[in-house]
């Protein structure tokens, strides 16, 4: 049964097609940055955050952003370990 919906379980092959309407968030000009404190994170954690964005920048499948803005990450640990 499941074998039937094969082409729904494939690897992503780079960013989905730009659809007609483009959403965007219109910042005010003189407005403050949000002044809160980043989270810190252990050297293995930036490491792997490094290797999977890097990863994921290699196979198309994100793009390097634009914002001036940070973004949140967060690694959950799988049932393994890894």
């Not at 252990?42 to 499948?61: A, H, N, P, W, Y």
């Not at 994100?62 to 949140?72: D, E, M, Q, V």
């Amino acid at each position: 049964m499941i074998s039937n919906y094969d082409e729904l379980f494939q690897e992503p092959k780079g960013l989905p097609l730009k659809n007609n309407i483009q959403h965007e968030i219109h910042l005010q000009h003189d407005a403050p940055l949000p002044n809160i404190g980043m989270y810190k994170m252990s050297t293995i954690e930036m490491e792997e955050i490094k290797r999977q964005v890097q990863e994921f920048l290699d196979q198309g499948i994100i793009r390097a952003r634009t914002s001036p803005r940070g973004l949140l990450i967060v690694l959950v640990p799988k049932k393994d370990g890894t």
